[in-house]
């Protein structure tokens, strides 16, 4: 189908004046709206404003310009069909045969902080889906593009078709563009009923990013979704696993709790230490020390560049993964020697990404819910012993508060202000978990005299406090909200320990 006119008008300009040139260069006809055609004037592209085709003016502010008989109806009718060729010619439809159209940015806006529901609303397209869906219907006859990463292949098609698109481009395209407005809606439809909170049903739709050679285990098929690639940069390695994203993950969302220079190891999603100094090696050494045993094989994450010091050090055990926002010259060398370790850059973001829920698959459906994102900043930090905590141990506690939240359930922490000592994950038991902590803080010839414990949910018997004071801890931060808080408030006067309630919980089953 050769292409005389061409409809354009694109929130994302990224490239629209180049391929409006080259559209223009073959003698097609571009109608343009709002801000899109005055770009393309600047630009040097003639260009015939929307309200002349339509003969009717773009009114209430923008929201109603290309909803019109005139625009759908050159876009729909059927070429070479008689009933369809005769009305289009009495109602004075002019074909349209290709439609260049990007959708205002709304899932761009609902995730800036703070906004309002008003803003999301006016970021609300209407037209564009409209004549998306309209093009891609018709797409026997009309060319529809909705991502500027297609301009050079709708160019090149054009090229060597003089000055046609062939039918398997335009179903293709057509296709991406079903899917694009299928998502935009989901996106408006999943923000909307999260503001309003109606009972409704919730869908998702992301891209494929890779086919994954296999998922936790070989037998599994699996693949990757979304965006990944904008956060995270592989400099160096195999392809990234099943459980290597899953760790990257966990990571990355532990060490985002920290802005001090900070190093921590994970095995499994589980923290195994973590450690924070101005001296990232020294950073390294407190993460390492805590636990010399379970590293190996691990993933390493820092927030700071690795330097040639840091990287002997890191070298001297062997990790899956090593992860940084940058590697110094000699430090990325030393790296690139070890053929099975993935080197991972944490790519820096203009703003916070995106969260998805958090979904989890049960027997005949899905769980959801928001992600943990509680921080110090909602904490109540209520001291509920006679003891107030000294300014040593709330900065242990803030430690291991920050830690045990990326700890799975039951978790425990013997932190100090700087590093953990020993930790204790994934226990049927509170008790268990604080044993588990103590015996490896012991492996590793770590003393937990007066440090604070911190444990993701209350203490639901006085005995699991005891057996901190008994290791050697002198301050406690826990949730409370137990039947026996005041048991373990007295167990914890008895001692002479001083403990604080945050009133929140983290959970990590």
């Known amino acids: 189908m050769k292409i005389a006119r061409a409809l354009i008008s694109v929130s994302d300009k990224k490239g629209i004046a180049d391929f409006a040139r080259e559209l223009e260069k073959q003698g097609v006809d571009i109608i343009s709206t709002g801000g899109t055609a005055e770009l393309l004037r600047r630009e040097g592209v003639p260009v015939r404003d929307i309200s002349s085709f339509t003969a009717f003016p773009e009114v209430l502010e923008g929201r109603l310009k290309t909803l019109h008989p005139r625009v759908h109806g050159g876009l729909l009718y059927k070429r070479g069909n008689s009933l369809h060729e005769a009305q289009a010619k009495e109602c004075g439809f002019e074909p349209i045969d290709l439609v260049v159209v990007n959708l205002y940015p709304f899932e761009a806006t609902i995730a800036k902080p703070g906004v309002t529901l008003a803003e999301a609303i006016e970021q609300i397209d209407i037209g564009g889906p409209s004549m998306i869906r309209s093009a891609a219907k018709n797409y026997e006859s009309v060319t529809v593009v909705v991502d500027p990463a ?15 698109t062939g039918l398997k481009l ?37 891209p494929l990013a890779t086919r994954l050679r296999y998922g936790e285990n070989p037998h ?83 927030n700071r560049a690795v330097d040639e010091t840091l990287a002997k050090a890191i070298s001297e055990i062997f990790s899956e993964v090593i992860i940084a926002p940058e590697f110094e010259g000699a430090a990325r060398r030393l790296f690139q020697k070890k053929k099975n370790l993935r080197l991972i850059r944490a790519l820096p973001t203009p703003e916070k990404p995106r969260q998805l829920p958090d979904l989890r698959s049960v027997v005949g459906g899905l769980l959801l819910q928001e992600h943990d994102s509680a921080g110090e900043a909602g904490l109540t930090m209520k001291a509920v012993t006679a003891r107030q905590p000294n300014d040593a141990e709330r900065a242990a506690m803030l430690f291991g508060w920050r830690v045990v939240k990326h700890v799975k359930s039951n978790a425990i922490v013997y932190a100090a202000a700087d590093r953990t ?31 604070a414990v911190a444990s993701d949910a209350f203490f639901p018997f006085a005995d699991g406090l005891v057996a901190a004071a008994e290791a050697g801890a002198t301050c406690a931060i826990q949730p409370g909200g137990s039947v026996r808080d005041e048991e373990v408030i007295a167990a914890a006067n008895e001692r002479d320990m001083a403990m604080i309630f945050t009133g929140v919980r983290h959970f990590r089953h």
């Open 421 to 451: 000592l020993g930790i204790g994950a994934g226990q049927m038991s509170r008790v268990d978990a604080s044993r588990i902590a103590v015996w490896k803080a012991a492996a590793a010839g770590l003393s937990l005299k007066g440090s």
């Open 170 to 206: 335009r179903e293709r395209l057509a296709i991406k563009a079903f899917l694009k407005t299928s998502d935009y809606d989901r996106a408006i439809g999943n923000f909307l009923n999260q503001e309003q909170q109606t009972d409704t049903s919730f869908s998702i739709s992301l």
């Open 220 to 302: 599994q098929a699996a693949a990757l979704y979304g965006d990944f690639d904008r956060h995270f940069e592989k400099l160096h390695g195999k392809e990234l696993s099943f459980n290597n994203i899953l760790d990257i993950s966990a990571a990355a969302n532990l060490l985002d709790e920290f802005s001090e220079p900070t190093v921590a190891i994970l095995k499994h999603t589980n923290p195994c230490g973590v450690g924070s100094d101005p001296d990232l090696r020294a950073a390294w050494e407190k993460a390492f020390s805590t636990d010399k045993q379970s590293p190996f094989g691990g993933v390493i994450i820092t």
């Open 150 to 164: 297609d301009y050079a292949t709708v160019l090149e098609a054009l090229r060597d078709r003089d000055g046609a």
